[in-house]
C-alpha cells in the first residue's frame, strides 16, 4: 500500500494563523502542472511494488486549480503507478472557489472525496482568522459537493480561537451535524511564529485561551462527535462509519508515500525527503530533469520515536507485536515498561498486544507521547 500527495502551493491570499508554504503567484499554475507531471514521471521507480490506493491534492488552495488539469494529472498517474482499483482521491477546496457545476467534472476525473475548509460557521471568527469566505458559502460548498456526486465530504474547524469558549464550539458543531458531513478534522489553534498572529502575540495584542479551556473545548469535542457516532479514530480527526480517510491513515501508520510539488515530503520507510519550498525554482530545476529536494535517512531510533508519536495518536495505538517484530523486544519491553504509570492512571489502556490513549490521555496526549520517546 502506498499513497501520493500532490501539493498546490497558490493562495489568493494568507490566512492570519497558517505557515503552510504557499504563494500568491497563481499564473503560474499551469507552468507548475506540467512541472508535477514531469516530477511523477521522472520519480516513477519511488514506489516500485506497491500498490497506490490514495492520492491526495493539498494546498496551498487546490481549488484555483481547473478540472482539467485535475484530469491530466490523474489520468498522467495511472500511466506510470501502482493504482489501485477503487483509490480514495481527495482535493481539498476553500469555500469561496465554490460555484454551481464546480464538483460535477472533478468527479469525471475520479476524484471521490473533498476535504472543505470550514474553519469556522461564526463571521467574526472567520474575520479574525483572516479567510476570505463567509460561512454561507462554507454551506453552500458542502450541499453542492454532496448534489454533485461526492458522498465522502470532510471538513476542517478551528476552535480555541483567543475569545472562544465551549459553548461556541458547541455551536460550531451543532452546525456542523446538520450537513452532510462524513468526516471533521478539528484542530486546536496554534499561533505559529512567522504568522501574523504570531506577530500580534509578540507585540501583545493577542492573548491564547487558557489551558482549562482548550481541556474543556477538546472534552466537550470528544463527547459531542461521540454523541453523533463519530468515530475518534485520530487526536484531532473524526469520522463516520467506512469515512475514516485512508490517505491521513497512511501517514500514522508508516504507509509509503510520495509528495510531488514544491516542499512535498516523501517517505520511503528508510528515508525522507522533502522538495525546494520555492515554486520558481522548483519549476526550473524540473524543466531541466532534476527534482531539487534534501533527504535525510532514518536511524532505527528516529524510526521508532516516529513510530511512537504517530501511533499512539491513533485509535489504533501502539502495537507492541509491531514493535517487536519491526525494531526489537527490548524496545517493547520499554514500551511496556515506561507507560506503566500512565496505565495505572488511566490515561493508556494496555492489552498486552496494543497501547492507546484513553480520553483522559488524549487531553495530555503531547506529554505523554514526550516521555514515552527513546532518547540518544
Ligand atoms: S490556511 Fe489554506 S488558504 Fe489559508 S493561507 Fe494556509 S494554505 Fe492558504
Redesign the pocket.
Known amino acids: 500500500m502506498a499513497g501520493i500527495y500532490i501539493h498546490i502551493p497558490f493562495?489568493r491570499k494568507?490566512?492570519n494563523y497558517?505557515d503552510?508554504y504557499?504563494v500568491t503567484d497563481s499564473e503560474l499554475i499551469e507552468e507548475y502542472a506540467t512541472a508535477l507531471l514531469k516530477e511523477a514521471e521522472i520519480r516513477a521507480s519511488y514506489l516500485t511494488d506497491e500498490t497506490v490506493t490514495s492520492i491526495y491534492f493539498g494546498?496551498?488552495?487546490p481549488s484555483l486549480m481547473s478540472a482539467e488539469i485535475f484530469g491530466r494529472i490523474i489520468k498522467r498517474l495511472y500511466t506510470l503507478y501502482n493504482i489501485s482499483d477503487n483509490p480514495e482521491i481527495t482535493v481539498e477546496v476553500?469555500p469561496d472557489d465554490i460555484n454551481p457545476g464546480f464538483f460535477s467534472p472533478l468527479v469525471a476525473t475520479g476524484v471521490n472525496r473533498v476535504s472543505i475548509?470550514v474553519q469556522s460557521w461564526d463571521e467574526t471568527r472567520l474575520k479574525y482568522l483572516g479567510r476570505r469566505h463567509s460561512s454561507a458559502q462554507s454551506a453552500d460548498a458542502i450541499k453542492m459537493a454532496h448534489s454533485e456526486g461526492i458522498d465522502n465530504i470532510s471538513i476542517d474547524l478551528i476552535y480555541g480561537i483567543p475569545g472562544m469558549k465551549s459553548d461556541d464550539l458547541r455551536k460550531e458543531l451543532e452546525i456542523t451535524f446538520k450537513l452532510p458531513v462524513r468526516h471533521i478534522s478539528a484542530y486546536h489553534l496554534t499561533i505559529e511564529e512567522n504568522t501574523r498572529f504570531g506577530n500580534m502575540k509578540r507585540q501583545g495584542r493577542l492573548t491564547e485561551i487558557s489551558e482549562e479551556e482548550s481541556v474543556a473545548m477538546y472534552s466537550l469535542l470528544i463527547s459531542e462527535c461521540a454523541k453523533r457516532g463519530y468515530i475518534h479514530y485520530e487526536i484531532s480527526n473524526f469520522a463516520q462509519e467506512g469515512f475514516i480517510s485512508r490517505h491521513n491513515s497512511a501517514y500514522w501508520r508508516q504507509i509509503p508515500y510520495i509528495g510531488l510539488g514544491a516542499s512535498a515530503h516523501s517517505f520511503d520507510r528508510n528515508s525522507r525527503q522533502w522538495n525546494i519550498s520555492n515554486v520558481r525554482r522548483y519549476i526550473s530545476s524540473i524543466s531541466k530533469g532534476h527534482v531539487p529536494f534534501e533527504r535525510e535517512e532514518l536511524d532505527s531510533i528516529t524510526m521508532f520515536n516516529e513510530y511512537v508519536m504517530t501511533a499512539l495518536r491513533t485509535m489504533w495505538g501502539i502495537d507492541l507485536v509491531y514493535v517487536e517484530e519491526n525494531f526489537n523486544k527490548e524496545l517493547s519491553d520499554y514500551l511496556v515498561n515506561i507507560s506503566d504509570r500512565f496505565v495505572r492512571y488511566g490515561m493508556i489502556s494496555c492489552d498486552k498486544k496494543t497501547l492507546v490513549l484513553t480520553d483522559q490521555g488524549k487531553m495530555i496526549s503531547d506529554n505523554i507521547i514526550t516521555e514515552l520517546l527513546m532518547e540518544r
Open positions: 493562495c494568507f490566512c497558517c503552510f504557499s494546498g496551498g488552495t476553500n475548509g
